[in-house]
């Protein structure tokens, strides 16, 4: 795989600043929630019951269909490994 690093002159430097500040607020208020959820309600949200929460909300309208969806699968990737490798402990 190649390595892009992108510099502010580039003429798609603006477009991805702005994806990625969204991506990052998605994927940490997602994260947010799933934190919430657990701590308080005992209670795993996974990545359906995140997509349904989030399909409304600013950042997940405004970012790619597939991305948004993709960011939640991510983060319910790593959240249930964590989980998993707690239980191991």
Do not use: G, W
Not at 31 to 39: A, E, K, P
Not at 43 to 48: G, V
Not at 57 to 74: F, G, H, N, R, W
Request: positive net charge; hydrophobic residues 30%.
């Amino acid at each position: 795989m190649r390595d892009i690093s992108h510099t502010k002159n580039h003429r798609f430097y603006d477009e991805i600043d702005r994806l990625c500040f969204l991506s990052k607020n998605l994927y940490n208020y997602a994260n947010y929630l799933v934190r919430q959820s657990f701590i308080f309600e005992n209670n795993y949200r996974h990545y359906y019951d995140l997509q349904k929460t989030l399909s409304t909300q600013s950042d997940y309208q405004v970012i790619p269909a597939k991305v948004s969806q993709q960011i939640l699968i991510i983060l319910d990737r790593n959240t249930q490994k964590l989980f998993s490798s707690k239980r191991s402990l």
